[in-house]
């Protein structure tokens, strides 16, 4: 029996009532360090629950299952060898990052480029985080977007356009007064939407295939689908484990301990060791909600396989169609409900980060003489505007999709993110001072000549292909660069010194 689309909707209303709300008894007495920070009296257990969700994403919900047995690839389980990675990048981010971060007292943590190198490079730093959380918000909006236009809302006669305005503004609803202080509960109601549709799409598969929960593991390996670890094929092999897993710790890094979005929920923490402790928690939950996620996965096509059910052409929709045209109706409802929490707790939450770091980084609001009533006004402008933005960019993502989006999410990644992880790492390995205005070709030179060296690796590097590892590439580039930067330094100090 298919769910309704009337009935999707109404689920989608509800879903989003008790959203506005948690804003509206989070709102009270509000102001800016409320919107940007939760006045640092965030529950370190509460944000932790919530970042799975924020960090997971309607890309993982959809995505993730959908590449487990992907066309020809069969990436299987090899995803988690990237997750394994994780654990480093989280590592070097509660021990590193986060006490430079708190003895700061940053707002946005950008704040460390403009106080390590000068104003150039900690807006070009602002600037690519802007830019990449553009990008990877529009590619999990779109996620959801196309779901509700095939499903829901298209059925009815509502333009893709306009299901997009709709679920932007549904974020914009519960976002704009409270920020960060309103995301940190509506994120962990979201991550147990999201969880306990998983599990109970799991329990729906498993019954319905005679499978036990005690041989899920053994089922899923027979099926051919359940190899983690990929040592054999070398480093040609896109699916290769030290690929993955240096990848994974490089991504985990920056798209977290570099990320604004990311670093603005630990930085509601009550104190660094809250924060701290949030950081490791949620690096063991973020394990096993990924195994969790695999393994549906492996299920799905296992399902669909028995079944008798065609897969479809683009694996993101896997997921999608059997829980809404397969599945029992109240599983079609928590798929729906799963979607949604998952789609929203990143969408959400990167709003109001990129509100936060156009605000702060690039208008300077905090360092302006502005009453709270002018910073409130021009953060509502920002908000708006940025929203309107997201808008633009999933529209135009429509007509460009041409496959899974999880692996978009993290090639641009590779490219917008490397600049600052080149630049971080040089600030917090050396004392050097750099030429603060060449920052900015040496960060635009970088993905560029990434880019290039990516196309023909395959030709000068005797088959290698870099993957996920052009992060490392675009980040070493950009550290070189500012080596050059910091010689180039000390000479013009010495021949001024001379000349003195």
């Not at 932007?168 to 969880?195: A, E, H, N, R």
């Not at 959400?348 to 156009?358: E, G, H, I, K, V």
């Not at 690039?362 to 006004?377: G, P, V, W, Y």
């Amino acid at each position: 029996m298919q769910i309704s689309s009337g009935v999707i909707l109404l689920i989608i209303i509800s879903y989003f009532l008790v959203l506005l709300g948690i804003s509206y008894f989070t709102t009270r007495k509000a102001d800016s360090q409320s919107f940007y920070l939760g006045n640092r009296k965030s529950p370190w257990l509460v944000v932790a629950f919530g970042m799975i969700g924020a960090s997971l994403s309607g890309v993982t919900f959809i995505s993730v299952p959908g590449a487990v047995g992907d066309g020809g690839s069969n990436m299987a389980f090899s995803y988690m060898q990237m997750v394994f990675g994780y654990l480093v990048g989280y590592l070097i981010i509660a021990t590193v990052l986060m006490p430079i971060y708190y003895r700061m007292n940053l707002t946005s943590i950008y704040g460390f480029l403009e106080d390590r190198f000068g104003p150039v490079s900690y807006k070009i730093g602002a600037a690519y985080f802007l830019l990449s959380r553009v990008i990877g918000a529009s590619l999990r909006l779109y996620l959801v977007s196309i779901v509700l236009d095939q499903f829901v809302l298209g059925p009815l006669g509502i333009p893709f356009l306009l299901t997009v305005i709709i679920s932007i503004l549904l974020i914009w609803s519960y976002t704009f007064i409270g920020g960060i202080k309103t995301i940190i509960w509506t994120d962990t109601m979201q991550t147990l939407f999201m969880l306990l549709s998983v599990i109970l799409t799991i329990v729906f598969i498993c019954n319905a295939l005679d499978i036990s929960f005690a041989n899920i593991g053994t089922s899923i390996k027979e099926s051919g689908l359940g190899q983690m670890f990929f040592f054999e094929n070398g480093w040609s092999d896109p699916n290769n484990f030290y690929k993955q897993f240096i990848s994974g710790a490089l991504l985990a890094l920056v798209m977290t301990g570099l990320d604004q979005d990311m670093m603005q929920k630990n930085l509601s923490c009550k104190s660094l060791k809250d924060a701290q402790k949030n950081m490791f928690v949620f690096s063991i939950i973020l394990i096993f909600a990924n195994l969790l996620f695999l393994s549906l996965g492996a299920l799905l096509y296992m399902y669909a396989n028995q079944m008798g059910i065609i897969i479809p052409e683009k694996s993101d929709q896997l997921y999608p169609t059997l829980a809404l045209q397969h599945f029992s109706p109240m599983i079609g409802v928590f798929f729906i409900l799963g979607l949604i929490a998952a789609a929203y707790s990143s969408a959400d939450s990167a709003l109001t980060a990129l509100t936060t770091s156009f605000s702060v980084d690039i208008l300077d609001i905090e360092k302006k003489n502005l009453s709270d009533a002018q910073k409130k006004r021009t953060r509502l402008i920002v908000h708006v505007g940025f929203s309107l933005l997201l808008v633009v960019v999933i529209v135009v993502f429509n007509a460009l999709n041409d496959g899974a989006v999880i692996n978009k999410v993290f090639i641009a990644a590779n490219y917008t993110y490397g600049p600052l992880l080149g630049l971080y790492t040089f600030g917090v390995l050396h004392k050097r001072l750099v030429l603060d205005p060449w920052v900015i070709i040496v960060c635009i030179a970088s993905p560029i000549l990434s880019y290039i060296i990516n196309m023909y690796s395959g030709v000068w590097f005797n088959g290698f292909s870099f993957g996920f590892l052009i992060l490392a590439l675009n980040g070493f580039i950009t550290y070189l660069g500012l080596w050059i930067l910091s010689l180039i330094h000390d000479q013009q100090n010495n021949r001024a010194s001379i000349k003195s």
